[in-house]
């Protein structure tokens, strides 16, 4: 277990040094794309002289070397720089927008597993059965839909067609209903068929037959024998799926005005708002580090047979 | 062995597969008893349905592993008749009353779990307390020879050896002391000198706990090392059944004749080893007469057209061949 822990913190050092990578690659990335924020403000109204000062007061006049090193710099420090559009702190901002994303995401990915989880333990119980094979055509439907079409749809039949829910906007819980819906259809279909094939796999596995020769009920076999085995790639694919889940919340939060992380990044990568994207990308590329690297810390608690390989130690 | 009554009688088994070349039987109404604290042995080469049959008596062929199977006769067990009771009756004869030991003990126990805990939890349904039934964990591990079994209890199953798995699955389906363990082919999986440590522990348990004992293998080996009384399974037919020693010294069946002179003789003989030509016949396929006939070196006109009745030949010994019924005074016997 000991190996196990050393293993464990190995990745959580790991994990620093690619959240580094990703923001400097990511600056990179803005300094290369044409124009900068002073341009697209007002570049108009103002002479070369006024940009020339705007340049200098940013930084950015500087190389995007030294602009980089002065960002993490400030980071260290707890400062995360203003916006360029607006001045605002770059923290404050994150604040106020992250809990609605998280809002969404979280609950997205919990309604996510719960029902993917039981229907697909049935669906792979009751194999080629009627309700099986319903799930399997209903599930491929739903992985073929696009978040941006599913939105509209959404909008159309619970806003406009029922008038039931509100088209956008954060108003209260029922503003929740389909961000969430949104967010959780498409990516239930590869949970439940994950699930699903998983458990037809273990049940082929010959120590289920031990299981039952051993005078085990069924509800006990399929529970303690099956689906606890099935759950170990399952519970690292929830883990493994924080960072696609935001990525589809920029999607989503854009098509219903929700006033989260998102829409933000969508915002200021238009405005070209180098420390806002910047934010964002650091607290997504942390948050992403983060799940997986817990989602691949939990494998090897729940399976000990990673946990022996990760801890280096030879069986 | 004093005569014991029967606790296990198979009567006319069938079982049928459903494959994409149709319906393939691979066990052809066999029929066999097995006595109280008896060892029997049921022979046959890979395919030849003695498996299937075992499973089928502790029905675990289901609708899962095997789509489309049926399966006739009986199987009664102390006057029950366990193909004809409910899945819920079934689990309290599973690990209670028959339990089982199979081929590959590698794969045989749940990654998962520590061994202790696997067999902890076969104990605990017989409404064992807690601290109880690790007690008995610990002293079952001990009764199957495992060295530390302190320490084995809480091993994972993949840091013990293949005989040490064989082991924890004897020990757990020991646990409820059940009348009939049947083990399918024990130590195919395992390297010869732990075949014999297993085949030893397996004899040495039925003497203490007076269990019966079904093997289920290919080698006439394990057969003399072990078995009190021996069937011989030809394509999902029953050809022989007797005494081990009768079986050894004085073969009837033409198939159980080429399987004992197949047998490797060890140094006293050097000439090439016997082999039976020829393969399995097609289970899709219905054969009227005799499933050897095609591979018999014996055979004549009535072994293609009927097929041979299973017959007693002395006193606990039967022969399913034309060959003794008919042709008495037959040269080749």
New interface residues.
Partial sequence: MNDFAGYAARRFVQGIFIVLAVTAILFSIMHMMPGDPIQLIDSTRLDAEAVAKLRHKWGLDKPAVVQYLYWLGNLLRGEMGHSITNGQSVSVLLASRLPFTLQITLLALLLQYLIAVPLGLLAG?Y??SFFDKTVVVITSVLRAIPYFWLGIILIIFFSVYLRLLPVSGYRGWSSLIMPVLTLTLPALADTLRLTRSEVLEV?????V??????????KLVVL??VL??AL?PVTVMFFLSVPWLIGGSVITETIFSWPGMGRLLWKAISAQDFPVVQGIVLIISMLTVVSTTIGDILTGI????IR?ELGGKK? | MAEQSTLLSVKDLEIAFQTPAGPAKAVNKISFDIKQGEIFALVGESGCGKSSAAHTVMRLINSINAPGHRTGGSVCFKDKDLLQLSNDEMCGIRGKEISMIFQNPLDSLNPLYKAGYQVYEAIVLDKTPKIEAWQKVESLFRDVRISDPEQRIYAYPQELSGGMRQRVMIGMMLSRNPQLLIADEPTTALDVTIQAQILDLIKSLRDTMGMAVWVITHDFGIVAEIADRVGVMYAGVLVEEGDVFEIFDHPKHPYTRMLLESLPQGSKNDKRLQTIPGILPNPTIDIRGCRFEERCPFKFDKCEMEVPPMQRMKPGHYVACHLTSDRNGDSAL
């Fill in positions: 119980y194999q080629g049940l082929r596995e010959k120590h037959i031990t299981a039952i020769a051993k005078g085990l009920r069924q303690r024998h606890r085995n170990v729940l399976d000990p047979r022996a069986l």
